[in-house]
């Protein structure tokens, strides 16, 4: 069932009915409901470039340790030890809002304007977890999380491949990777087109599968537009667009002309990478990632009842105080999978949101 689609009629047609006499149970049903698929939804969007984890430490790097040898018909190979790389960590955080009301309110106010205020903390959730995916993805240091949800056990939360020094997964050829790596890049001087190849190329040499999505904010698409030499930018038009013969475009999709800074608006260069315009984006970043390569960006932890959810209604006559709370954390589960260019100066910098 599609968000919006749950029997919103039913309370719109309620407008002139206060909420005592439409039902509290009945409500409340309604709310859960609503909060079930916008949960399912917000999932779903998730999913191209993050998936659940279910342990809150995770392996990651080495894997180049254990060696082939020759050997004769009666011979057998000396054991060897494979390495490990670092541990990663997935935080687990409570995020809460209250909001508060009277029983004289309940009998002054229509289901409707309820509705308004369970949509206004889904919007307060959603802007919270974007701030998160933006920390976990822009922010270039490394953190230590104490887990004091569970037992306070120390986690450390990894950034993309940020010159650490940690083990790295070693390349699809056994090549390891250096553990002086960045996938932070600033860009060298006045922004160029090969500061944005190297974003891409920065991802792209690690894997033979997949595919680069590069995604930007709507300020720098002006710029990106403007690098349309051969093998640069290939932009997309609209399906009424009519050019000449010697004009290059993209095939196979058309520039979607009702959205403005959440839509494709071509690819870019050998890579063929998709040039995204997404609202998500930070202004003076790009960032590249690479998808279908069966691995996921970002891991997703979470536990109990999963999502936005009503947590505890408290009465204390003539108010009541309910509270919302999602339990999650967001942290980088693959640091080869992304990239990120700064575009605002020549040295890499992000303050926290």
Known sequence: MGFGTLAVSDLVRSANQNILDFGEPRLADYIGMYLGSYNQLTTDMLGVFMAPVNDRILGYG????????????????????????????FPLELNQLSYQFTR??????????MMAIVQDAMLQDTLQ?????KNALFNPVNRTVTDELVDNLSLDVKALANNDGFAY??????????????????RVGTLAASDIDAVIATVAE????????????????????G?????????????????????????GGNLDTSQTNNRQIGYWGNQAA??????????????AIMINNGTKLLGYRERGEGGLHLAVQDEAYPLRCETMEAEYGIA????????????GATTYAWTSL
Do not use: C
């Open 129 to 133: 977890r974007q701030k998160d995916i």
């Open 274 to 287: 998709e040039v995204w315009v997404k609202p998500w984006v930070p202004a003076n970043y790009m960032i």
């Open 169 to 186: 997964p070693p390349d699809p050829y056994g090549n390891a990777v250096a553990g002086a790596h960045n996938h932070y890049l600033a």
């Open 104 to 113: 004289k309110w309940l009998q002054n106010h229509t289901p409707m304007e």
């Open 206 to 225: 690690h894997y033979t599968v997949g595919k680069v999505m590069l995604f930007i904010n709507s300020a720098q698409e002006s710029a990106v537009r």
């Open 62 to 89: 080495g894997g180049t340790g254990i060696q082939m040898v020759k050997s004769g018909e009666f011979g057998r190979a000396d054991a060897s030890k494979p390495t490990f790389g670092s541990r990663m960590g």
């Open 227 to 251: 690098f349309n030499a051969p093998g640069q930018f290939l932009q997309m038009v609209p399906s009424s667009t009519y050019l000449g013969a010697n004009a290059a475009v993209a095939v």
């Open 332 to 343: 980088v589960r693959d640091r080869l999978t992304a990239a990120v260019l700064f575009v």
